[in-house]
């Protein structure tokens, strides 16, 4: 009596809680499985500091490929000034938070008169901020970035 209770539970007439023989709950063509996964999390592109104290002078940064290049940028004399070159680690989830450690890349800060001498350097993203901690002239402060 169990092997037939069995059987019957295994039938091909079976529906389950709202669904009926036949129907789907997805598109036609389309099972849960064939969405396609989330593009991981991409910080690439151009970024500006969004918490300098002066209109004309500020840090921008650019994320291309394996790298993340900071400079100063003096707007009133059109200069600008090497702070950071190291590396990028790309995130590999679609995720709203990342964080990384940043190598310095010394063959391109170790001459620039402005540049961190700092080996590694961590850089946050949350809430669409782009952050790290900057020491200058003795003084440190975090610089927040925003995406342009």
Do not use: H
Not at 18 to 45: I, K, R
Not at 82 to 96: F, L, M, N, R
Not at 104 to 123: G, I, Y
């Amino acid at each position: 009596m169990l092997s037939a209770f069995l059987l019957a539970g295994c039938s091909t007439g079976a529906t389950t809680e709202g669904t009926t023989p036949g129907s789907q709950n997805s598109a036609p063509g389309t099972t849960e499985e064939e969405v396609a996964p989330a593009e991981p999390l991409d910080l690439t592109g151009e970024w500006k500091q969004t918490n300098s104290k002066s209109e004309d002078s500020y840090q921008a940064a650019t994320i291309s490929g394996d790298v993340i290049e900071i400079n100063w940028v003096n707007e009133a004399d059109s200069g600008t000034a090497i702070y950071w070159v190291g590396t990028y680690d790309a995130p590999t989830e679609d995720v709203t938070e990342y964080t990384w450690e940043s190598a310095n890349d010394t063959s391109k800060t170790e001459n620039a008169l402005l540049a961190s001498s700092d080996p590694t350097k961590t850089f946050t993203f949350k809430d669409g901020v782009l952050s790290y901690e900057l020491t200058a002239m003795g003084v440190t402060m975090t610089v927040e970035m925003s995406k342009q």
